[in-house]
């Protein structure tokens, strides 16, 4: 038997959601070493996905047709049986969907010996329509940003779910999360927008002023990067400060819960702590020195009080998903 785990991620932000470059949507994340997502998949005398019941009804319906779209391009592809075994909760910030479906496809590739590379993984999944995080951390880990899709005519702005991509989003860059940092991750009580509401959320939000895009650029390339390279919480939190204050992360906060933004504006103003809030939330991370006890022990005292669950203290990961043989 073939097991999958795959691994949540936070992302930072979108960037540009008004057409102001040649690029639509382009965004960073990191992929964090915690419970994620687990898939497992073995020949069988019927193809089936056990597990469903862990997943929401749209989620099912997207993870039965990749498994039927990676079948009908394999000739004599066997009967699989896969299981869901764990899954983070969806519409959350985690990335659960699209380490759903990749996960799906991974399986079934090791499984039935197809050799599909990665990059036609992930065309086969039909995510990264907005956002290229997810579809690559769930390969490389690490910290990364992508560049996006060029900008379509006349089409509005919508989320990965509500877009069929021609291309995966490619990388601008990647690089390994300092291993001195922690991300310590918490889930206040929050909105979960998903489906029509999501890119309901995403065409009423849109087109952003191009201040307001060009200075998010410049806050994710010259701070969000050079902090993750010189392993600099505090030049890491004051990036975030300001893309939480402008552009589409502004607007994604401000559709958040009182209790979410009480949450992150508490943390955001706390010495030692870079938070921010990943995708449309409701989860807020904290990235923070591993030996700052004090950051940490304030972090876990504000989520309390707002509250919110603290999920734990996790590093971040800086490889792909894991395949294991049982």
Not at 61 to 86: N, T, W, Y
Not at 135 to 159: K, M, Q, R, T
Request: charged share 20%; glycine share 10%; proline share 6%.
């Amino acid at each position: 038997m073939i097991v999958i785990k795959a691994f949540p991620r936070v992302h930072i932000s979108l960037l540009d959601l008004g057409d102001v470059t040649p690029r639509r949507y382009g965004g960073a994340g990191f992929s964090i070493d915690g419970n994620g997502l687990e898939v497992s998949a073995k020949s069988s005398k019927q193809t089936l996905i056990a597990g469903l019941d862990l997943l929401d009804q749209p989620a099912r319906i997207e993870a039965e047709k990749v498994l039927s779209a990676f079948r009908s391009l394999q000739k004599d592809c066997p009967e699989l049986h896969l299981g869901i075994r764990r899954a983070p909760p969806q519409h959350a910030g985690f990335g659960t969907k699209t380490a759903l479906l990749l996960s799906v496809l991974a399986a079934a590739n090791r499984a039935a010996g197809a050799g599909l590379s990665a990059p036609e993984i992930q065309r086969l999944s039909g995510r990264g329509g907005a956002s290229g995080v997810g579809i690559h951390l769930f390969f490389v880990g690490g910290f990364l940003c992508d560049l996006g899709h060029p900008n379509p005519e006349d089409a509005p702005f919508a989320p990965s779910s509500a877009v069929n991509p021609a291309r995966v989003p490619p990388l601008a860059c990647r690089f390994d999360t300092p291993s001195t940092w922690r991300f310590l991750l918490m889930l206040p009580q929050g909105k979960r927008l998903a489906g029509k509401e999501e890119t309901q959320f995403f065409q009423k939000a849109t087109p952003l002023p191009r201040i307001e895009v060009l200075e998010a650029i410049a806050a994710m390339y010259h701070g969000v990067v050079p902090a993750v390279l010189n392993a600099d919480i505090a030049t890491l939190g004051s990036s975030l400060k300001i893309l939480h204050s402008i552009g589409f992360k502004r607007r994604e906060l401000d559709a958040q819960s009182e209790a979410v933004r009480r949450t992150y504006y508490r943390l955001s103003l706390t010495p030692g702590l870079a938070a921010g809030l990943s995708s449309l939330g409701p989860l807020i991370y904290a990235a923070v020195d591993a030996r700052d006890s004090h950051a940490t022990e304030a972090a876990s005292r504000i989520c309390a009080e707002e509250g919110g669950a603290f999920l734990g203290v996790f590093s971040g990961r800086n490889t792909g998903h894991e395949i294991a043989y049982e």
